[in-house]
């Protein structure tokens, strides 16, 4: 039993509903791997036993997780749990309600018994704050665990997760998926409900289910997905069950392989790894081409818009508490203040008009295959990527438009491990799927997976190297 921690969430959910194993033994078994392993890696600052072990006793086994612990980002309240949003503002913040998304997983047999790392406000692909510090890769601790979902992607690759709730703006849950060689879904916008939120309306910023296999992924999807009227972009899933859809693999895919899209710089090495990895759809059946969609203006289209977002989500911060906010903050607040209402009205017209094309483009393919990542983990005390190629990055998140190029688009997309870097540090490949396509592309993914060999890999114990 002690070992349950190597099993996937499949498995462990199939035990669990078997009555093999109870989810109190099974929170004492995480428990035991994070007093182990977590002090090198700082994934999971925040346990909440008590109420975790009140949850396991109340904890069905005929609901979709039957009562298996799932990690919270520290971005989404849960109810009477130490909340900080990575900000000394809200160091010592307890919340008396629970994020849309934690009360479905829990309605639904989640068992919350931490919240995991992430970034202040989720800001930056690298996870570290002023109230819990840094978190690192296990692959090489010396490294960064990209983020902001980098907590809940470190849980996952050293085994003191099963499942972790991830949420994803402009690739904060698929970078750091890459990073550490788990899987990773960025959904449709509407998919996963959440809230309450300051902008309700708003469709960048998503939840999603990480997991170290695509059919674990699935499985928390189920858990996840569905409308709640309290969030008025939600929707009912298009099928009854995503588990069920990995049993109904496609046939005669064609999938479009593009190195970055046309908008950005990709490091060789990388590219060389997911040119490899996406090829390996032919030996599937596929029809794999070189192609891509014009991506044409979605830099300045998306740091328009996720300037206006944190202006929307954060002046009032900026207001009152500006001298403990991060410089990044400070900066992504005051640049949304600054727009003009042309400047986003011509950046809504630009994403209008980069929908279509995509979506055009996708009437021919079913995959659109391109690197989640620009850069290989890099050192932790970097703020972020700052020159790949000779090419300098101009902000702290130019070396992630290959992932927040993909999120103004709306579609679907899983990052999936695909290989190593020669000095062996975790690629990652995204795979984005046709507009509310979720089932027919974790069908898809879980077929290139098989085939990859990479998700027995994970957990590990953390490379520790100074």
Not at 147 to 158: D, F, H, Y
Not at 306 to 320: C, I, V
């Amino acid at each position: 039993m002690s070992d349950l921690w190597k099993k996937t969430a499949t498995e462990t959910v199939a035990l669990l509903k078997a009555g093999a194993v109870s989810p109190a033994e099974l929170l004492d078994i995480l428990h035991a791997r994070i007093e182990a392993v977590d002090g090198a890696v700082n994934a999971l600052p925040t346990l909440c036993r008590k109420r975790a072990q009140a949850a396991a006793e109340r904890a069905e086994r005929d609901t979709v997780l039957a009562g298996l612990p799932v990690a919270i980002k520290d971005l989404a309240p849960v109810e009477g749990v130490r909340t900080t949003f990575g900000s000394p503002i809200f160091a010592d913040n307890v919340p008396d309600h629970s994020d849309y998304v934690v009360e479905r997983l829990e309605e639904r047999g989640g068992v919350v018994y931490a919240k995991s790392n992430t970034p202040e406000f989720g800001a930056g692909a690298n996870t570290f704050n002023p109230v819990f510090g840094v978190t690192r890769n296990p692959w090489d601790t010396r490294m960064s665990a990209a983020g902001s979902s980098g907590g809940a992607a470190v849980a996952l690759a050293t085994g003191t997760a099963w499942l972790a709730h991830g949420s994803d703006l402009g690739g904060s849950l698929r970078t750091p998926a890459g990073f550490n060689a788990v899987v990773g879904l960025r959904p449709s916008p509407g998919l996963v409900p959440s809230g309450p939120d300051l902008l309700t309306f708003q469709d960048l910023a998503v939840e999603g289910p990480m997991g170290r296999t695509v059919a674990d992924v699935a499985l928390m999807l189920d858990a996840m997905a569905g409308a709640d009227p309290r969030d008025p972009r939600s929707f009912a899933p298009p099928v009854s069950s995503y588990v069920e859809a990995l049993r109904e693999p496609p046939a005669s895919l064609r999938i479009a392989w593009s190195p970055d899209l046309g908008v950005t710089v990709v490091d060789r090495e990388i590219q060389a790894v997911c040119a490899e990895a996406a090829a390996g759809f032919s030996g599937l059946g596929a029809v794999v081409e070189e192609a891509c969609p014009d991506f044409a203006g979605a830099y300045d289209c998306f740091q328009t818009l996720r300037a206006a977002f944190f202006a929307g989500r954060a002046a009032p911060l900026l207001a009152a508490h500006r001298d403990k906010l991060k410089p990044d903050v400070v900066w992504n607040i005051e640049k949304g203040l600054a727009l003009t209402a042309d400047d986003i009205g011509r950046a809504e017209r630009e994403r209008t008009a980069l929908y279509h094309r995509v979506a055009a483009f996708m009437n021919d393919y079913d995959i659109l295959a391109c690197p989640v990542m620009q850069a290989r983990p890099y050192p932790v005390e970097r703020t972020y990527v700052e020159e790949i190629d000779g090419r300098k990055m101009a902000s702290y998140i130019d070396w992630i438009a290959i992932t927040f190029s993909i999120t103004l688009t709306g579609l679907p997309v899983v990052s999936l491990p695909c290989g190593f870097t020669q000095d062996g540090l975790p690629v990652g490949l995204q795979l984005v799927g046709r507009h509310r396509g979720e089932a027919a592309l974790l069908a898809a993914a879980a077929q290139l997976e098989d085939l990859l060999g990479i998700a027995s890999r994970v957990p590990i114990d953390p490379v520790v190297r100074h």
